[in-house]
Every structure is written in structure tokens, then in C-alpha cells.
């Protein structure tokens, strides 16, 4: 159980170009989920909170116009990048926290494989 | 304050050693501490965790040991194998509530490498 899966595992984009990102918990309901990126041998950074049917709280310096990010329902969040530049090529995961008892416990998290974004 | 991403620190023992591997983290607030292993192009899967109660758990072959005075989690592994090459990540979280509530702070991480 509490597995999260992630969609495209990689992509390669043009310069300019928009990309989606989906993130969606298959056996559970996620109340929460969180964005990550992380660069080559470096640390996972917190980009957005994204709580379903709200807005994404947005990490100090993460841009909310460039990366769009949709959490329509208990099992699927979504990431955009919009208008993707070389510099947003990175690693992108993001983790989803189980809704128990109409709530989440704001501990157990689980993380997606991740999606590897390259922007040409 | 928040940690950083720097660039990562490596160890390296022989097939069967036990490995400890630490983390300083940087919020007194922190009440909830995760140890991750991450292996290359995959996600973060959990290890082991320890609330702020807590000054050691153990798991199979695993034992987090947290020190709040000095702010220092380790993660010790016993009987190190080839298989648990990957990078170690620890993380911190406070379940006080407001708008930090569940938000995991990543360590800088660790990697390991197991020589057979």
C-alpha cells in the first residue's frame, strides 16, 4: 500500500515549451502533497505545498507563475512548468501525506520515483 | 533556520561493517525526524523515524539515535550490504501546527557505498 506514482518518469522539452507533471496517490487519499526539486548530487528543496481544492503555498523564492501547480482531487496533484528554460532542468518529485480520519496527520509522507525534467 | 543543499558527503565501507552516518539539523522546533534512502533516479523511501520523545528506535538493521541538546540525529547500520548503496537523507518536520505543519527540511544527505 501507499504507493505514489509519478507521470512522465523523464522528459525532454524545448526551450519555451510548457510541461505537465501528475503526481497522484494510487491507493490512497491525499489530503496534502508536496513538491520537490532536486539537483545533481544535491538535496531535495520544498518548492509548494498543495492542499486539495486550495491554492499551493508557495516556498520563498519558487516562482508560483512558472510552476503552476493543481490539486483538483484526493489523488492527483499536478505540476506545470511553464515556459521551461535549461535552468529549470532538474529532478522533480513530489510526496503525498494519507487522509486518516478526515485528517492528515501531517507525518507519514510518501514520495513519488520522481521525474526528470531536461530542457533543451 | 533552513538547511541548505550543499554538495554531499560520502562513505565508503566493506561488505558486512555497520555504517553510522549523521546529521546536524537546524530547528529546535522539530518534534518528528525521518531518515530516507534514495537511490539514483528513484524517490526518497522511508527508513526508519523518531519522534522528539524519543532519544532511540530501532528497525531491522537500522537504529536512529536523536540528540536534542546537540541537535544531532545518526542513522546506524548494521551488517552493511552491497544493496544499501544509495544516499542517505535525513529530515526534520514540526507537528506544532501553523503554516509549517508537515513540511519535511532535508538534510544535505550522505552517500554510501558498500564494497562487496
Known amino acids: 500500500g501507499a504507493v505514489v506514482s509519478q507521470h512522465p518518469s523523464r522528459v525532454i522539452c524545448k526551450s519555451g515549451t510548457s510541461v505537465k507533471i501528475e503526481c497522484r496517490s494510487l491507493d490512497f487519499q491525499a489530503t496534502t502533497m508536496f513538491w520537490y526539486r532536486q539537483f545533481p548530487k544535491k538535496s531535495l528543496m520544498l518548492m509548494a505545498t498543495?492542499?486539495?481544492?486550495?491554492?499551493?503555498?508557495?516556498e520563498q523564492g519558487v516562482e508560483k507563475d512558472k510552476f503552476l501547480i493543481n490539486h483538483a482531487s484526493l489523488t492527483l496533484s499536478t505540476l506545470t512548468v511553464t515556459s521551461a528554460h535549461p535552468e529549470d532542468s532538474s529532478f522533480y518529485i513530489c510526496?503525498?501525506?494519507?487522509?486518516?480520519?478526515?485528517?492528515?496527520?501531517?507525518?507519514?509522507?510518501?514520495f513519488g520515483p520522481g521525474t526528470r525534467l531536461l530542457v533543451l | 533556520g533552513e538547511s541548505v543543499g550543499l554538495h554531499l558527503p560520502t562513505l565508503s565501507v566493506q561488505e558486512g561493517d555497520n555504517s553510522i552516518i549523521n546529521c546536524a539539523y537546524s530547528n529546535s522546533a522539530s518534534d518528528y525526524f525521518i531518515w530516507y534512502k534514495q537511490e539514483s533516479g528513484k524517490g526518497p523511501q522511508f527508513i526508519i523515524d523518531?519522534?522528539?520523545?524519543?532519544d532511540k528506535r530501532q528497525g531491522q538493521r537500522v537504529t536512529v539515535l536523536l540528540n536534542k541538546t546537540v541537535k544531532h540525529l545518526s542513522l546506524q547500520i548494521a551488517a552493511t550490504q552491497p544493496g544499501d548503496s544509495a544516499v542517505y537523507f535525513c529530515?526534520?518536520?514540526?507537528?506544532?501546527?501553523?503554516?509549517?505543519?508537515?513540511?519535511?527540511?532535508f538534510g544535505q544527505g550522505t552517500i554510501l557505498t558498500v564494497h562487496p
Open positions: 529530515a526534520e518536520t514540526s507537528n506544532a501546527g501553523g503554516t509549517s505543519y508537515g513540511k519535511l527540511t
Open positions: 510526496s503525498a501525506g494519507p487522509r486518516t480520519s478526515g485528517t492528515w496527520g501531517g507525518e507519514t509522507q510518501y
Open positions: 498543495s492542499n486539495e481544492g486550495s491554492k499551493a503555498t508557495y
Open positions: 523518531i519522534r522528539s520523545n524519543m
